[in-house]
């Protein structure tokens, strides 16, 4: 995993000032990307503002978006030169229960065959992110901590500065 890509949900992870625990969700093939093909979904990326894309040197695209619902979404889309192409993977960052959850979800547009590839290395690759967020959020989980304290110390000042500056609370 890149490093831009551990510091995105590293700083996600903050953001939401999440605990230790992980989870995740197994794939799900089907529509359930949001789109009705996965031409669609990239074409909306493409055009989306907030989207962030990343080029891997095998041919492989990711976009990193924001998700309104929930918290981060990672779409990754396989390479015109890949059996499964076309075929898409929707990686949802979120917290829920305390957790921080990943949910993914698939659509592949190619034989059945190389779907089926698609989908068990998909599985495979998302136990694998799983582990790494797991271990790299138990393991900054106090540098985290001491982040959140020291931004509440921070706007703990400013409020104070602001009510012995204006007399007010």
Not at 21 to 28: C, G, H, L, M, T
Not at 126 to 141: C, D, M, P, S, Y
Not at 148 to 155: D, E, G, I, N, P
Request: hydrophobic residues 45%; contains cysteine.
């Amino acid at each position: 995993m890149s490093g831009k890509l551990m510091r995105r949900s590293m700083l996600f992870c903050c953001l939401l000032g999440v605990g230790v625990a992980f989870a995740q969700k197994s794939a799900v093939p089907g529509p359930a990307i949001g789109y009705p093909d996965v031409g669609a979904a990239l074409r909306d990326l493409r055009a989306n503002p907030q989207a962030e894309e990343l080029q891997h040197g095998s041919g492989w695209t990711w976009y990193f978006v924001p998700d309104a619902d929930a918290g981060m979404a990672i779409w990754t889309f396989a390479p015109f030169s890949d059996p499964a192409y076309p075929a898409a993977i929707k990686r949802v960052l979120m917290m829920r229960d305390g957790a921080l959850v990943m949910e993914t979800r698939t659509m592949c547009q190619a034989s059945l065959a190389a779907c089926d590839a698609f989908f068990a290395a998909t599985e495979a690759d998302g136990k694998r992110l799983g582990e790494f967020l797991a271990t790299n959020v138990i393991a900054n989980a106090g540098e985290l901590e001491r982040e959140r304290a020291k931004r509440r110390r921070f706007q703990e000042q400013v409020k104070e500065a602001a009510r012995t500056t204006y007399g007010r609370p």
